[in-house]
């Protein structure tokens, strides 16, 4: 009799340890899902039309000699969007058409066209860093602020 109902326990805590577990999947399954829809909601989709301007990544770049220069290359048309991200562009040096994968492609954006006569060059003079430091009396200091009051100053004639 022992033996029966040891057996039947045992089976009743598989049973509630089964339900835990399909639980456990659920929540996993409704987290991912809940992720999922965040994550597509942030990402920003490319859509390209037939003769806009983009510019295409650089993959071949490895290494850059200034972090200032742009990793993006050329002025190119796009001529043909295909399915699943492939777009067919048009170099506009060279006339060649080649394909490519939508995720290296970033929209042209032309900004206003500011061209600027010589005769509109305004010069200014350049801007002198001076400062009077308290400790000097009114004598003029000609240096480099390091901190707070902390100056490296050469004494000139006032």
Do not use: C
């Not at 992720?35 to 037939?50: A, M, Q």
């Amino acid at each position: 009799m022992a033996y029966n109902q040891a057996g039947h326990e045992r089976k009743l805590q598989l049973q509630v340890l089964e339900e835990l577990r399909l639980e456990a999947d659920e929540n996993s399954q409704i987290y991912k899902e809940k992720v999922k829809r965040f994550h597509d909601k942030k990402i920003l989709r490319k859509e390209f039309n037939v003769s806009q301007k983009i510019l295409l990544f650089n993959s071949q770049l490895k290494l850059i000699v200034s972090k200032l220069r742009s990793r993006w290359d050329g002025l190119f048309v796009v001529t043909n969007v295909f399915p699943y991200g492939v777009v067919e562009v048009r170099d506009e040096v060279n006339n060649q058409n080649f394909m490519v994968n939508g995720h290296q492609l970033k929209p042209y954006y032309e900004g206003p066209n500011l061209s600027l006569n010589v005769g509109e060059l305004i010069t200014s003079p350049i801007p002198r860093k001076t400062m009077i430091h308290p400790n000097l009396g009114g004598q003029r200091s000609f240096g480099i602020v390091l901190g707070v009051g902390s100056t490296i100053s050469v004494r000139g004639t006032p």
